[in-house]
């Protein structure tokens, strides 16, 4: 049974690049790095998003796709926007899923789709737990 996200994992062909890129977005360094690989603890608890060199990429189809992992943020429309300038595209706008759930998505300078949204849940957890 599933019991909560470890890490996700991006590629990136240009693995130097897209580690600078986000160093940027999330304003910290990673916590670990190695030749090929980076990773950073990200959000409430601590999930491990982890950039991983393109030429260890299993194959894929033209174009972004698969699943999304949705990231809560705070302030959306602030993030989507961070994200845009920093180069990101738009994949999905932001879209009104039901009370209490927006989403959007972009698409990174290196390929990958990034999900971000606001979540009562999310939120209701996190009070849960303080």
């Known amino acids: 049974m599933l019991r909560g996200m470890a890490t996700v994992s991006f590629y990136a062909d240009d693995h130097e690049a897209?580690?600078?890129?986000?160093?940027?977005f999330l304003g910290i360094e990673p916590?670990?790095?190695?030749?090929g690989y980076a990773e950073w603890r990200v959000g409430d608890y601590r999930h491990e998003l982890g950039l991983i060199d393109g030429k260890y990429a299993p194959a894929r189809q033209d174009g972004p796709g698969g699943e999304i992992v949705f990231?809560?943020?705070?302030?959306l429309e602030a993030t989507v926007a961070r994200l845009l300038e920093l180069?990101?595209?738009?994949?999905?706008p932001i879209t009104e899923r039901g009370p209490g759930f927006v989403t959007a998505s972009v698409?990174?300078?290196?390929?990958?789709?990034l999900g971000v949204m606001t979540n009562v849940h999310y939120l209701a957890v996190l009070a849960e737990r303080s």
């Open 31 to 35: 916590y670990f790095t190695v030749p």
């Open 87 to 92: 180069g990101a595209k738009e994949y999905e």
């Open 18 to 24: 897209a580690k600078a890129w986000y160093t940027e």
């Open 71 to 75: 990231w809560h943020v705070d302030d």
């Open 107 to 113: 698409v990174d300078p290196f390929g990958n789709v």
